[in-house]
């Protein structure tokens, strides 16, 4: 492509609010066969709320929150914020926190009036044996909801059910990328219940689950070794290293200075319908070139 016809295509994409910020990547996307997607803060609000405690018996409702809400204050994590939130509407004291060690995801621990507070997925807790709270989480999974298990000393004490909810255009994005020919994947840290439940909701092809935040990038990588061309969309700072793996990162708006330093095109709203903005571009100023 001509260096006017790539400056052209840039100007026009501005304006539609994707930002290119190599001139490569505008030629590349154009071959993009599957635009693989983040899933929280990407294709969901990202700001989930919680919904449900679910206590066990030896353990009473406002302390826990406290606890929990306590060890979160610490965390950046979306269910950080939902638990937080849920604490301070409660009109609860959080304590001061000793101690916090976060485990990108899993989970978070903490120690908190000389008690260990830990919360996060079943790979947190690996060994526990969380008893009635695995069947009822996976009821909430299997509705796209998201649980995380709060143990206490050593003991399980709860688990906490909190709901975000799709963006109100994530549906059409991926219908209108299905309309042009490109296959859809979805690749998240949550639970596989809740992903399924998600991409179904959103008619995404394929869905890869429970992938560690340091193991998003080889998932793309394999995506892109069926001889794919892919492009990846994402948020947060777990996505950086996958961003820079595909043929060509998006960041959405959201995302942090880390992601979008690794990232070629960056929608500055967070509508994930950029991407469909993002391809036009790039097949139209691709086209009138050749
Ligand atoms: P996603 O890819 O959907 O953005 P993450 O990789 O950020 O997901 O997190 C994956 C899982 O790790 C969460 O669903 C949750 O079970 C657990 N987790 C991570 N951080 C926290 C936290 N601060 N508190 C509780 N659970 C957490
Ligand atoms: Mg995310």
Partial sequence: ATPTAIMVGTGRAAELGVLFRRGEALQQLQQADMVAFDKTGTLTVGKPVLTDIILDGD???????????????????????AIVTAAEQAGLAIPPVERFESLPGRGIAATIAGRLVQVGSTRLLDGLDLGDFRSTAEQVTQAGRTAVFVAIDGKPAAAIVVADVVKPRS??????LHRLGVKTAMISGDDRRTAAAIARELGIDEVRAEVLPADKAEVVRGLRNNGR????????????????????????GNGTDVAIES??????????????????????TMRNIQ
């Fill in 171 to 176: 549906a059409e994005a991926i219908a209108a």
């Fill in 59 to 81: 353990f009473e409702h406002d302390e826990v929150l406290a606890l929990v809400a306590a060890a979160e204050s610490r965390s950046e994590h979306p269910i950080a914020t």
């Fill in 263 to 284: 990232a070629d095109v960056v929608l500055v709203g967070g509508d994930p319908r950029g991407v469909l903005d993002a391809i036009t571009v790039s097949r139209a």
């Fill in 229 to 252: 061309t892919v492009a990846y969309v994402g948020d947060g700072i777990n996505d950086a290293p996958a961003l820079a793996e595909a043929d060509v990162g998006i960041a959405v």
